[in-house]
């Protein structure tokens, strides 16, 4: 076997490997050392960020550096973290590689407002947009209740409001200037409206008003309350006969009770029961249980009337019904009326024919109010006190009477006549019958309550366990408020009219031209009914002349049309004249076809015609070249169901009394 040769180091070689080899091993022992320093470094700072709640922070070794990255909530945050790792090393080493969270743009605030208005004063708190229109709102404010404090909270801020906010506060303003007893509160959302109202009438008018107008995007609610009223005598009256089952008055104390009484009504077979009026007065919390009683015995015999009135129920069916079947019913309906409620009940039997029954005859004529009084009266006292009573509720040229005296009448008969007069008083026309058994009145009515106020009137004057019948109809034709025109029946009369020919004036004059007579009196005529319903007259000219003469001009013509109309009877409380010169031209005042337009008057309908100040969208353009015994009944006091103020006569007869 071969052998290796034998390999021999020179000094400086030897020298020279050891060299290499020490300085190897320590770059190995450096590096160690580092690698060891980075990780012991990285450990305990992370753990500081730890303990300290710092999360967001990751902790990485760079040699002898630690470089911290993350995002940070804010400046606080970064700052915090990197005073936490200073403390545990050299400051000098920390590397901050974090970055912070960008700050949200400052929002606007919520605007707001709410308005509390009453007999007392205005009181306005919330937060609006920096303009006029504190100043604006402020100004309207004050000029509804002048009289009184207005109570300014409110704060401006500049920043720009949502769009929606604008029709909503606008909305506001209209249903405050509405409302005399509200709350209302509006943001940019929404607008939120409580509301009391006088009577059930005004409450009807000011939801009609508010449902009108309402702006898009904006969520609108309103609640409006209004009191009941006093019914005096409480007063329930259920018929079933030939016509079928029906109320001739209704009355319920609250809610439960009226659909209680409504339910046992629809159960007995009657329909559109819903006009059971609630209101103040019952003389019993078991109003409503002794109702349904009522009603239940009433379907039983199939042909009966029932009358409460307070306390005190009458029940009355015809001699078609048999004695026995009365007498079960009326037992029946004896154990289930409360203790307080006191029961006749009467089967009619049938009347001697020869005898002949006494009776007393009222006929009201339509259109004239003429009264025509026939049959028998007990005496000439009597005679004298039914004539005189007749005159004051139909007018003093209105009565015709041709009675008979009597003296076999029977006890309680002139009651019974003035009763039955001051209940035929209620009717645009209609008959009245008195038998001594019962008292009849029918006719026709322009008010739907008249046939609840008949039947309270005969309840209250007839007294007790009295019969009597109430057959009247309404008759949407004679009701006053139904028929009026609305103010945009109004403005199409006026266009019609002035559709046909012009209002003329002469050159430079306001006096309105004879031959222009005709179109105003036609004007007159379409206005005679829309007294209350605000228009403006609004007067314009051509630009020839000077601009503050046409203005002038153009006022004094308004002016003159408005007096014209005032002069031919109409009602102008709700007219504004005004003049707008050469302001607002409709053609090219270049041409003479130009000027001829440009010189007019124009009626506008202002807000809903109702009383607002704002120009409707729709208006009518007026051309022209300028362009005895018994109760008292003389002072009958007796209340009503509704208000007086909806509780409408359809006219007012000649020399009636007030």
């Given at each position: 076997m071969k052998k290796l040769p034998t390999l021999h180091l020179t000094p400086k070689l030897a020298t020279a490997l050891a060299f290499f080899v020490a300085g190897f091993l320590a770059l190995l022992i450096s590096w160690a050392s580092v690698l060891l320093v980075e990780r012991l470094s990285e450990r305990a700072v992370r753990s500081a960020l730890l303990t300290q709640g710092v999360t967001f922070a990751t902790v990485n070794a760079d040699g002898l550096r630690l470089q911290l990255s993350?995002?940070?909530?804010?400046?606080?945050?970064?700052?915090?973290?990197?005073?936490?790792?200073?403390?545990?090393?050299?400051?000098?080493?920390?590397?901050?590689?974090?970055?912070?969270?960008?700050?949200?743009?400052?929002?606007?605030?919520?605007?707001?407002?709410?308005?509390?208005?009453?007999?007392?004063?205005?009181?306005?708190?919330?937060?609006?947009?920096?303009?006029?229109?504190?100043?604006?709102?402020?100004?309207?404010?004050?000029?509804?209740?002048?009289?009184?404090?207005?109570?300014?909270?409110?704060?401006?801020?500049?920043?720009?409001?949502?769009?929606?906010?604008?029709?909503?506060?606008?909305?506001?303003?209209?249903?405050?200037?509405?409302?005399?007893?509200?709350?209302?509160?509006?943001?940019?959302?929404?607008?939120?409206i409580k509301a009391i109202a006088a009577s059930d009438a005004q409450k009807r008018s000011f939801e009609t008003s508010l449902s009108t107008g309402q702006p898009e995007g904006v969520r609108v609610s309103y609640e409006i309350s209004a009191p009941r009223p006093v019914i005096t005598p409480f007063t329930l009256r259920f018929v079933i006969d030939a016509e079928g089952p029906r109320f001739d008055a209704c009355a319920a104390d609250t809610d439960r009770a009226r659909m209680r009484?409504?339910?046992?009504?629809?159960?007995?077979?009657?329909?559109?029961?819903?006009?059971?009026?609630?209101?103040?007065?019952?003389?019993?919390?078991?109003?409503?249980?002794?109702?349904?009683?009522?009603?239940?015995?009433?379907?039983?015999?199939?042909?009966?009337?029932?009358?409460?009135?307070?306390?005190?129920?009458?029940?009355?069916?015809?001699?078609?019904?048999?004695?026995?079947?009365?007498?079960?019913?009326?037992?029946?309906?004896?154990?289930?009326?409360?203790?307080?409620?006191?029961?006749t009940a009467r089967l009619e039997r049938a009347e001697n024919a020869a005898q002949g029954p006494a009776e007393f005859t009222a006929v009201l004529a339509p259109e004239t109010g003429r009264v025509e009084l026939r049959g028998r009266l007990a005496d000439e006292l009597q005679r004298s006190a039914v004539d005189s009573f007749a005159k004051a509720a139909f007018g003093s040229t209105n009565v015709y009477q041709a009675t008979r005296l009597d003296a076999e009448l029977p006890d309680g008969w002139p009651i019974r006549v003035l009763a039955g007069l001051r209940a035929l008083s209620e009717l645009d026309h209609g008959r009245l019958l008195v038998r001594a058994d019962t008292v009849e009145v029918s006719g026709l009515t322009g008010s739907q309550t008249t046939r609840a106020r008949i039947a309270q009137i005969l309840s209250e004057k007839l007294g007790a366990g009295q019969s009597f019948k109430v057959n009247v109809t309404y008759d949407v034709a004679l009701d006053p408020v139904a028929s009026l025109p609305t103010p945009q029946d109004c403005v199409s009369g006026v266009t019609a009219v002035l559709a046909q020919k012009k209002i003329t004036f002469p050159p430079g004059s306001a006096e309105i031209e004879a031959a222009a007579a005709p179109v105003m009196a036609a004007l007159a005529k379409a206005l005679e009914r829309c007294g209350g319903v605000s228009m403006e007259i609004g007067g314009h000219t051509d630009a020839q002349g000077s601009e503050e003469g046409n203005r002038t001009l153009s006022q004094a013509r308004a002016e003159a049309v408005l007096l014209a109309l005032q002069g031919r009877q109409v009602d102008v409380s709700a007219l504004k004249a005004v003049g707008y010169g050469e302001s607002r031209p409709l053609a090219d005042n270049g041409t003479e076809e130009g000027r001829e337009a440009n010189r007019r008057i124009e009626f506008t309908l202002l807000g809903d015609g109702r009383g607002g100040d704002a120009p409707a969208a729709g208006s009518a353009p007026a051309e022209g070249a300028a362009a005895g015994s018994g109760p008292d009944f003389s002072n009958d006091t007796s209340p009503s169901v509704a208000p007086k103020d909806i509780t409408l006569r359809p006219k007012r007869r000649p020399n009636a009394s007030p």
């Open positions: 993350g995002t940070a909530e804010n400046e606080a945050a970064r700052y915090r973290a990197i005073n936490i790792a200073g403390t545990v090393v050299d400051a000098a080493r920390v590397q901050d590689m974090m970055e912070v969270t960008p700050a949200r743009a400052v929002e606007a605030p919520r605007f707001s407002l709410e308005i509390l208005r009453n007999d007392d004063g205005i009181q306005l708190i919330g937060l609006l947009p920096e303009g006029e229109i504190k100043d604006t709102l402020l100004a309207e404010a004050e000029a509804l209740q002048p009289d009184t404090q207005l109570q300014d909270m409110l704060e401006t801020a500049a920043y720009a409001p949502p769009e929606t906010w604008g029709p909503a506060l606008d909305f506001a303003r209209k249903a405050l200037a509405l409302l005399p007893r509200a709350k209302i509160t509006v943001d940019a959302t929404s607008v939120r009484i409504v339910a046992a009504a629809t159960a007995a077979g009657a329909e559109g029961t819903q006009n059971c009026v609630i209101g103040l007065g019952v003389p019993t919390p078991s109003w409503s249980e002794a109702a349904e009683a009522g009603i239940r015995a009433v379907a039983a015999l199939k042909m009966a009337t029932i009358t409460f009135k307070d306390a005190d129920v009458t029940l009355e069916a015809p001699a078609s019904v048999p004695q026995a079947e009365f007498d079960r019913v009326v037992g029946e309906l004896e154990a289930a009326l409360p203790p307080v409620f006191s029961l």
